[in-house]
């Protein structure tokens, strides 16, 4: 297989793109090489993006302008984050709950908008929300703790990825937090909102008005990226760019369709498979 980008032989055609950011499309305050040049490229030949992010540490406003500052022009509506797939949920299934929130200020400000109720009383706790949550302390682990050992709260996440990239390397996120409070209360998790979650990829879908098995999901994680885009029939393509290695993606029993080397290579890999002459826009 080629060095290039690698393929299990499958052309696809894909109706939209979903992206990663963190370790795909950027890290840190710097685009990845090939990103600014290959999402132009996508949308100049009619393949609508959207992006998808299980880092809850902004809402969808700020990394829209974040993209937008590196080149890449982006609306907010274009940016599903997990803290919006959560609040969605919660919106439908228990709107006015009772939620402690184990996570940053934004991720609470989602929480308000959808009418819930922020409480540190573990009596009154209906739902602990786990996030990425860099002041994460032993008090607010002790109040989650008593909600779900002694009051019957209910244990839901934003994500549940091991750890986040940042320049230089890795920070720990949320899995070790859900971890934490797994066990020492007893209490499973019932909702990780995030990828590889069905709910972050049909939210995706529907902005980008395609079904998910017509998309291309692309990231830098095989077990939230890839793993989501194969249970939902779409067509996948790890970078190597962020966390997931070469070797560990030829390791799986269902490799994604496309190994690439960085973004750079993933508007050529779409485009080159398309009739000679034939924008994607006009076929839709």
């Known amino acids: ?9 499958r052309a696809g055609s894909p109706r939209g ?20 040049e290959a999402i132009a490229a996508l949308r100049a030949y009619g393949l609508p993006v959207v992006f998808v992010t299980n880092k809850p540490l ?11 500052r590196l080149g890449i ?57 786990a996030a990425l949550d860099r002041t994460f302390d032993y008090r607010k682990w002790n109040i989650a703790f008593r909600a779900l050992k002694f009051h019957d709260a209910r244990l839901v996440a934003t994500n549940g990825d091991r750890t986040c990239p940042v320049p230089g390397g890795e920070i720990p996120d949320c899995a070790g937090i859900i971890a934490a409070l797994e ?14 979650s069905p709910q972050m990829i049909r939210a995706a879908a529907a902005r980008l008005k395609v079904r998910p098995e017509q998309c291309m999901v692309v990231g830098d994680r095989l ?11 779409a067509r996948t393509a790890l970078v190597l760019t962020g966390v997931s290695t070469r070797a560990e993606a030829r390791r799986q029993p269902k490799p ?20 000679p002459g034939t924008r994607r826009a006009e076929r839709l």
Do not use: H, W
């Open 223 to 233: 077990e939230t990226d890839i793993v989501m885009g194969r249970a939902a029939g």
């Open 183 to 196: 066990t020492s209360s007893g209490r499973q998790v019932e909702l990780i909102a995030g990828k590889p």
């Open 1 to 9: 297989m080629s060095r290039r980008g690698e393929s299990d032989g």
């Open 73 to 129: 022009p982006t609306g907010s509506d274009d940016v599903i984050t997990s803290s919006r797939v959560l609040g969605d949920y919660f919106a439908r299934q228990a709107p006015r709950a009772r939620v402690f929130v184990i996570g940053e200020p934004p991720l609470q400000e989602e929480m308000r908008r959808v009418g819930l109720q922020l409480t540190e009383e573990p009596a009154e706790i209906e739902y602990v929300v």
């Open 17 to 36: 793109v979903i992206l990663d950011l963190d370790g795909t499309v950027y890290l840190g305050e710097n685009a990845l090489p090939g990103a600014v």
């Open 58 to 68: 902004e809402p969808a406003a700020a990394y829209a302008a974040k993209l937008t």
């Open 256 to 275: 994604p369709d496309l190994i690439l080397n960085n973004l750079g290579e993933l508007a050529e890999r779409l485009i080159e498979n398309q009739p």
